[in-house]
């Protein structure tokens, strides 16, 4: 069964500073990844989705990565804001599941200070 | 703008109660999810629905049951709420296509029981 890790499960960085988020999957036949962010109380924001057959997926300031072989996702997110404090989770579909459902990571919990 | 509507944000009911949570997509999205989110937990899957009138349980479908009856409309039904059942539910919507399926999310419903 896959199994999606985000590490670690929080971060703080100082304002400016770029962010580097992780995500690993255990089972590298994926049909696409999905990045997502959740402020407290609230739902999820899409902010990228890679199809297997990408490398990267660029939105402004953010840069998703996928290494299918390795089994990892990075998203950077360039010269981090306090607006940018959230939860980032990630989240695989695998080539297993023909009914299009999600596996979720936990979450990295990030913290921009002033 | 693509949208996912949850008909209430915060919700409080007495155990024992029938609870209905609603969740409507205007995507014209096949798939509709629903998930609960609780800390430490992360997101689970409760049950998912690919058409009409079609759904599959998800990895915690206890004490809940489904119904959609339109394609637009997924609602999560609580038969009898418990105080276990106290949590953030989350709705999402995605196509069934196999690479480009972003899945969208509702801004969660905080439900508790009392």
């Known amino acids: 069964k896959q199994e999606v890790t985000q590490i670690p499960a929080a971060l703080s960085v100082p304002e400016g500073e770029n962010l580097v988020l992780n995500c690993s999957f255990t089972?590298?036949?994926?049909?696409?990844l999905q990045w997502f962010r959740q402020d407290p109380g609230k739902g999820l924001t899409s902010l990228l989705l890679i199809q297997s057959s990408q490398r990267e997926q660029t939105s402004g300031r953010l840069n998703a990565s996928l290494d299918k072989s390795s089994g990892r996702s990075t998203l950077y997110i360039a010269a981090s804001q306090p607006g940018d404090s959230a939860t980032y989770l990630c989240a695989v579909r695998d080539r297993s599941d023909s009914w299009g459902k999600f596996q979720f990571g936990a979450g990295t919990q990030v913290v921009v200070t002033p | 703008d693509v949208k996912v509507t949850q008909s209430s944000r915060y919700l409080v009911k007495r155990t024992g109660e029938k609870v209905f949570l609603e969740c409507v997509q205007d995507m014209d999205h096949e798939n509709m999810f629903w998930y609960r989110q609780d800390p430490g937990l992360g997101l689970r899957l409760i049950y998912f629905s690919y058409d009409v009138k079609m759904k599959e349980k998800g990895d915690i479908p206890e004490g809940y049951s489904v119904s959609r009856e339109k394609k637009e409309r997924f609602s999560l039904i609580l038969e009898s709420a418990s105080t276990n059942q106290t949590s953030m539910y989350l709705c999402?919507?995605?196509?069934?296509?196999?690479?480009?399926?972003?899945?969208?999310f509702g801004p969660g419903t905080r439900l508790t029981v009392l």
């Open positions: 089972d590298s036949a994926i049909y696409n």
């Open positions: 999402a919507s995605s196509t069934l296509a196999e690479v480009y399926n972003e899945q969208f």
